[in-house]
């Protein structure tokens, strides 16, 4: 609290801290400086406007372990990295990622050179402050007005009163001998070093504060809400904007989503082909089949048939003949009033039909039937009207569909009995 240059507050409940010795310059410190040590005081320590050449070496100073220090963290640095990164990406949830190796030595330098220099980096800060006794909230020596001159021209020599050699009288003569152009006494009120109150309160805000991430999150781990658990950068999702759907005052219509604008076609969807995307011929259904899938291969028969019993059949039959299951099922239930059966695909009205009909039939629907246009590209539409030539074909074959050695057998025979 207070230093004082008389022994005369010696009775006082003030503490002795030690004493503090004042020099005219910087020979007489280092003098005084070597004299001090020579007398056994280790506990001491210099003070000066500026550097002062050789007083390390007076004093005894000995080389900091500070760099021992943030070498050490630095090698424990790069050990954690490593570590950490092999356990979580190749022993505890290990990924492939494009079959690379879960574990690399140069994949892994970057996170392992950013914890060497945050561990170094941390040492070094607090170890020069640990090291140095920092931080603190009181010096004695402050309280001296004569110390003050220690930043501007006077230099001094304070003895910690700790030290085992410590003897006051004996060290003021010392120091005056040394050449001291003034020596104090410094003490310290008990109270002085105390922490001060307004440093416990930070404390308990802090560590409040810092408590609330933690229970947060539990919070948050045991939520059974079904929306986001944790939200706390919620940008986008509060932005003004329209849900598909939804109305608005902004359109004559009052929709939200908007239609093409008229004659827009998608990138490649210019379907100007009538013969093959809608098997027509200006007013007309075509007769023949589109030059893209002539001439016909058995593949491509064969792929209609795969593709009429995944489509056609359930409804039409497997031979056509509008018995599929789908249909059958329908018709024995006694609850299925308005079941419009299919037609077969052999009666005489759709066998005349130019095979433009039955394509547009599959693309648009026709009347109780849904379209297929959606389902089965165009390409494949073909493919079942080909199959259904096919089936129609085989149910319905004539004399002239064989060879002519055949049908003259057939010819020979007399079928009136
Ligand atoms: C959901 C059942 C169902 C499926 C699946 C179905 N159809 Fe039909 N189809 C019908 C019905 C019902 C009719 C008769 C419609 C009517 O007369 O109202 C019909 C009629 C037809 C006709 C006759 C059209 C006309 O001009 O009278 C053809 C040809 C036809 N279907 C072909 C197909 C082909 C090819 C497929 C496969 C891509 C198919 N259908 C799939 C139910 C179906």
């Known amino acids: ?23 005219a310059d910087a020979p007489a410190l280092v003098e005084a400086a070597r004299t001090v040590r020579e007398a056994g005081i280790r506990r001491f320590d210099s003070h000066s406007p500026f550097p002062v050449h050789g007083i390390d070496g007076a004093m005894g100073i000995r080389p900091t372990v500070l760099p021992w220090l943030v070498m050490g963290a630095g090698v424990a640095g790069a050990i954690v990295a490593l570590v950490m990164q092999w356990w979580t990406n190749a022993v505890d949830y290990p990924l492939n990622i494009s079959g690379k190796p879960l574990f690399s030595l140069p994949a892994n330098i970057p996170v392992t050179f950013e914890l060497i220099i945050l561990f170094s980096a941390l040492t070094a ?20 007005e004569r110390f003050r001159r220690a930043t501007a021209d006077r230099f001094f020599i304070s003895i910690d ?39 416990y309160l930070a404390g308990i805000v802090v560590v409040s504060l810092a408590l609330i991430p933690p229970l947060w ?55 100007d082909d009538d013969h093959f995307f809608r098997g027509t011929e200006g ?24 593709r009429y019993d995944v489509y056609c059949a359930p409804c039409h039959g497997l031979a056509g003949a509008g018995d599929g299951i789908t249909s059958v099922r329908a018709l024995a239930r006694p ?16 066998r005349e039909q130019p095979i ?31 199959y259904v030539l096919a089936l129609q074909r085989s149910q319905n074959a004539v004399l002239d569909d064989l060879p002519p050695e055949e049908r003259e057998k057939l010819e020979l025979r007399d079928f009136r009995n």
């Open 1 to 23: 609290m207070t230093a004082h240059a008389t022994p005369a507050a010696e009775e006082s409940s003030e503490r002795l801290c030690g004493l503090l010795a004042e020099f």
């Open 125 to 144: 800060f607090f170890g020069v402050l640990a090291l140095n006794g920092l931080p603190r909230f009181h010096d004695p020596l402050s309280q001296s």
């Open 161 to 199: 009163a700790r030290d085992a050699a410590f003897d006051a009288t004996r060290l003021r003569g010392l120091l005056e001998g040394a050449g001291a152009t003034a020596v104090e006494t410094v003490y310290e009120a008990p109270t002085a070093a105390q922490i001060p109150p307004v440093i």
């Open 217 to 271: 999150i539990a919070k948050d781990r045991r939520s059974t809400s079904d929306t986001p658990r944790m939200h706390p950068v919620r940008d986008m999702d509060d932005q003004p904007r329209f849900q598909p759907q939804a109305d608005t005052p902004l359109f004559a219509n009052g929709q939200t989503m908007r239609l093409p604008v008229p004659g827009t076609i998608a990138s490649g969807d210019l379907r």
């Open 283 to 306: 007013e007309q259904f075509v007769t023949t089949l589109p030059p893209q899938v002539q001439p016909v291969t058995l593949a491509f028969v064969q792929r209609g048939r795969e």
């Open 335 to 350: 609850d299925s009033p308005g079941w419009v059966p299919p037609l077969s695909l052999h009666s005489l009205g759709v």
């Open 356 to 386: 433009g009909k039955i394509f547009n039939s599959i693309t648009n629907g026709i009347r109780t039937m849904p379209a297929y246009n959606a389902q089965i590209p165009p390409q494949d539409r073909w493919a079942i009207v080909v």
